[in-house]
C-alpha cells in the first residue's frame, strides 16, 4: 500500500483511493463494480432499508455499503456466494410482495426489480405470495400510484420531504401491513402533491408511475374530424434522444418534427414561441412592478408545480407571482384565438397536444381556469416518456428518421424561448428583454452567465441604466420555501425571483428518460444552450412571428387583449384539508355556517374566547338547531386576525359584538 | 346537545394547551399524540391534521406516527376498553377462550372490536406485567387476575346491567 495520506480500501483484491467518498457503496461503484441498491440515491439521506448493498468488510463481516464509512486499509469482498444468496433471498422477497405484471406494467423495462431478478438469475419464488389487495389511487391528474407494487425503498417519501419540502406521502401502518400513503389513506390528489413527479423518477418499480396519456392522442390523430397540433417544450429535445441510445443533450428536434408528422400530426409547433411571448409580457410586467417599485419581487408563474406549491404554502405571496400564464398555456390560449381560421377547421375540432419534460403540465392544463366553453386550451399532455412510446408503438425507427423542419407561425423562436427549459433561463431570456427596454440600446452581448449555474439558491445583481436589479434564482421547492419564507419575512429585497421545481429545472422534469448518470441534467442544460447559440436570434423581441402576434391579435405587450389571453389568476388553497372541527352540529335544515379560524395568528387574538362567548350565546337563545359551527384553519387574512365567517361572510378583526351582529342578520335573512 | 358542544370545547381547548404545553415542538410528536389521545381516547382526523398544522409538519408524518404505534387508535373506542392479556404466561393460562367469550358474547368480529352502542371495545396486549395473576384483563383501570370465560362473561353482565339501569 502506498504512504498516501488519502488511504485506500481493497475491494476484491485491488486497492482503491479513497477520495472524499462518503461512503463505501460510492467508493467500490467509483472502482467500476456495480452494486445493486433500492433505497440509494445520492442526493437523498441514507436508510439502509433493502440490504442490497451488503458487502464482507474483513473483521466486520457483512454491512451495507452504504452506510460505512471508507477507512484506510479496510479489505472488502463485493460478490462472495453467501453475499449473492442474500441478495436473491432479498429479491425473491420482494417478488413475493408485489404485484407481477411486467408486460403490461407501465415500468417494463425501467423496472430495478425486474433488471435484478434477470441479473442475478432468478427463476423461481421460493416464498408464498403475500396478498395484494390495495386499491390503485387514480386520482391524480399526473401520477398512479399502485401500492401493491411497492418495495418500501422510501426513495419517494424522501425526495418529497427533503428535496422538495412537501411531504406528501410517508410510510404509515407496521410490519407486513407497512404501505406508503398520503395521510390519512387519502387520494393524492387530495393533498399537498404538486404533481412534480420527482417520487415517481426515483421509484424503482412502478409503484409510482406517471399518467399515461397517449391512448388520446392516438385517438384523436385517428380521428379523421379532428386536426392535431403539436407543441414541443425546450428539455424535451434535449432528452429524448437518450431513449435512442444518443446521448443527454443531443438536440433532436427534426427528428422529433419528422415522427410526428409520420404519426398524422397536421402541424408540429414549438413552445420555444409561447416562451417567447411568456418573456415579453412578464418583462413588461417586470417593468411596470420594477418602475413603481411594487409587489417585488416578482415570482416566475412558469413551473405548474411551484404556483400550486405557493397556492398552498404561501397565499400571501399570490400577489407578486407573475399573472402570466405559463408558455404550455399561452400557446393554448393562442392557438385556440388564431388556429381555427388558419386551418380552417371548427374549433371543437382542434385538437391541440403538449409534448412536455413534466407531469404537473397535466394537472395545469386541466385547471378549471384553462378551459372555456367546455374546450381546454390544451386537450392532451405527454410526457417526453410517453413521446418515446408513441414512436416506438408506431412503428418508426427514430435513429432513422429524416429531421424536418417545424411549422410557421408558431414554430419559429428565439434562443430566448429555448433556454426556458434549464434553471436561470427564464431570468436570463427576461433580462435580453428588459435591459434593451430600460436602456433604449441594442444589447449586443446577450449572455448573462451570473444567472446560469448549478447551485440550488444563486443570486446575481445587474446595473441597468443606473439602477441594481436583484436577482434570485431556485430550483428545487426546498429552496423556493427558504426564498418564500425570507419574502414573507420581508427580509430580502430582491426585484425577480425564479423557481422551478425540479432540480436542474424542465431539463429534470419528471416526464423525462430516467437517467441518473452523473451530469445527464448539465448536459442537457448544455444542449439547450448550444441551441441558442446556434439561433440567429436571441431575444424574444427579436422574434418576427411574436411581432406580427402583436399587430394582428394582440395588441402591445400587457395590452387589454393580451392580459385577457395570456394571464391568469391564483387562488389560495392554504386549507388543504377544507374540513374543519366540528362544534356544534345544529339537526334542523337549511342551517346557517359559523367558522372561527384558530389558526396561530387568530388564536393568538382571541379568536377561542369568541368561538365560546358566540357558542354560549347560541345556546341562551335556542338556536342550536340552525347552526353548525367549526373551529377551522386559516383563512388566509392573518394580518386582520381574528377573522370569523358567518355564512359567506368573512369577518376579520372580529368580536363577540360585531359576530352577534352578522350571526342575527343572517338568521333574518333566513327566515324572511 | 349543549353538554357535547361544552365538552367538544373542553377538549379543543385542552388540544391547544396541549401543544403550546410542549412549545409546538415537532419532536414531541408522541407525548402530543398520547395526550390528546387521552382526551378523546383516539385520535381524530381532524385533530391530527391539527397538531400536523400546529407543529409544521406534513400530515402524512402524523398520520404515519399514528398508525405505527398499536397504543394509538385512529377509531372512537368504546366506553369501557377491554384489554385481554394474550402474553406467554397468560396464553399458557389461556386467554384466548377468554377473548374468544367476550367476542361471541358482543358480537366482535377481528375487523369490529367495538360494540355498536358504543359500550364495549376488546383488545389484546403482549404483556401487563402481572404474570402472577395470569389469564390477566383490564377494564378501563381496573385489572382483573386468574380470569376464566364464565368469570369474564359474569363481569361483563354485571358491567351491562349497571348501563341499563342508568
Known sequence: MSNNDKGFVQINGQNVAIEGERNLLELIRKSGIEIPTFCYHSELSIYGACRLCLVDIEG????????????????????????????????????????????????????????????????????????????????????????????????????????????????????????????????????????????????????????????????????PEKVVVAQIA??????????????????????????????????????????????????????????????????????????????????????????????????????RETLPKMLNVKPENLFIVSIMPCTAKKFEAKRPEFTHENLA??????????????????????MELDPESLDLPMGFKTGAGVIFGTTGGVTEAVLRFAVEKVTGEKLNNVDFHQVRGEAGIREATLEVAGKQVRMAIAHGLKNARKLAEEVKAGKCNYDIIEVMACPGGCVGGAG??????????????????????????HKAQENPYIIETYEKVLDKPGSHKAHHMLHTKYQSRRRISDKGMPLMTGEGTDKLSIKVCVGTNCYLKGSQSILKALTKDIESRGLQDAVDIQATFCFEKCGQAPNVMIGDQLISKCTFDKAREALNAELKKKTS | MTGQTDTMMRKFEKVCEIIERYNNDSSKLV???????EEYRYLPEDVMYYVATSLGIPSAQVYGVATFYSHFALTPKGKYLIKVCDGT???????????????????????????????????????????????????NEEVHGLMTPESTIALLDNIIAREEAK
Open chain 2, 31 to 37: 407525548p402530543i399524540l398520547q395526550a390528546v389521545q
Open chain 1, 234 to 335: 425546450p428539455a424535451v429535445r434535449v432528452a429524448l434522444g437518450e431513449q435512442f441510445g444518443m446521448t443527454s443533450g443531443d438536440i433532436v428536434t427534426g427528428k422529433i418534427t419528422a415522427a410526428l408528422k409520420k404519426m398524422g400530426f397536421d402541424k408540429v409547433f414549438d413552445t420555444s414561441f409561447s416562451a417567447d411571448l411568456t418573456v415579453m409580457e412578464e418583462g413588461t410586467e417586470f417593468l411596470e412592478r420594477f418602475t413603481k417599485g411594487e409587489k417585488l419581487p416578482q415570482f416566475t408563474s412558469c413551473c405548474p408545480a411551484w404556483v400550486k406549491f405557493a397556492e398552498q404554502y404561501y397565499p400571501e405571496i399570490l400577489p407578486r407571482l407573475s399573472s402570466c400564464k405559463s408558455p404550455q398555456q399561452m400557446f393554448g390560449s393562442l392557438a
Open chain 2, 89 to 139: 404466561a397468560c396464553h399458557v393460562k389461556k386467554s384466548i377462550p377468554i377473548l374468544e367469550a367476550l367476542m361471541k358474547r358482543l358480537k366482535l368480529t377481528e375487523d369490529k372490536m367495538t360494540t355498536p352502542d358504543m359500550l364495549f371495545t376488546v383488545e389484546t396486549v403482549s404483556c401487563l406485567g402481572a404474570c402472577g395473576l395470569a389469564p390477566v384483563l383490564v377494564i
Open chain 1, 60 to 223: 466486520r463481516g457483512l454491512n451495507a455499503s452504504c452506510s460505512i464509512k471508507p477507512e484506510p486499509g479496510m479489505k472488502v469482498k463485493t460478490a462472495t456466494e453467501e453475499i449473492r444468496e442474500i441478495r436473491k433471498i432479498s429479491v425473491e422477497l420482494l417478488l413475493a410482495n408485489h404485484r407481477v405484471e411486467c408486460p403490461t406494467c407501465p415500468q417494463s423495462s425501467k423496472c430495478k426489480l425486474e433488471e435484478l431478478a434477470r441479473k442475478l438469475g432468478i427463476t423461481e419464488v421460493r416464498f408464498k405470495k403475500a396478498k395484494l389487495d390495495h386499491p390503485v389511487d387514480l386520482s391524480s391528474d399526473s401520477l398512479v400510484r399502485d401500492p401493491n407494487k411497492c418495495v418500501l425503498c422510501g426513495d419517494c417519501v424522501r425526495y418529497c420531504r427533503e428535496i422538495q419540502s412537501i411531504g406528501a406521502i410517508d410510510f404509515a401502518h407496521r410490519g407486513k401491513h407497512t404501505v406508503v400513503t398520503p395521510a390519512f389513506n387519502k387520494d393524492l390528489a387530495k393533498v399537498e402533491c404538486v404533481n412534480c413527479g420527482q417520487c415517481a423518477a426515483v421509484c424503482p418499480v412502478g409503484a409510482i408511475t406517471v399518467k399515461q396519456d397517449v391512448d388520446k392522442v392516438f385517438a384523436a390523430l385517428d380521428n
Open chain 1, 377 to 398: 386550451d390544451v386537450d392532451a399532455v405527454i410526457t417526453t416518456q410517453e413521446l418515446s412510446r408513441m414512436i416506438e408503438a408506431s412503428g418508426l425507427n427514430f
Open chain 1, 512 to 537: 423525462q428518460p430516467v437517467n441518473f448518470t452523473p451530469g445527464t441534467i448539465k448536459r442537457r442544460a448544455k444542449g439547450l444552450y448550444e441551441a441558442d447559440k446556434m439561433l440567429q436570434l
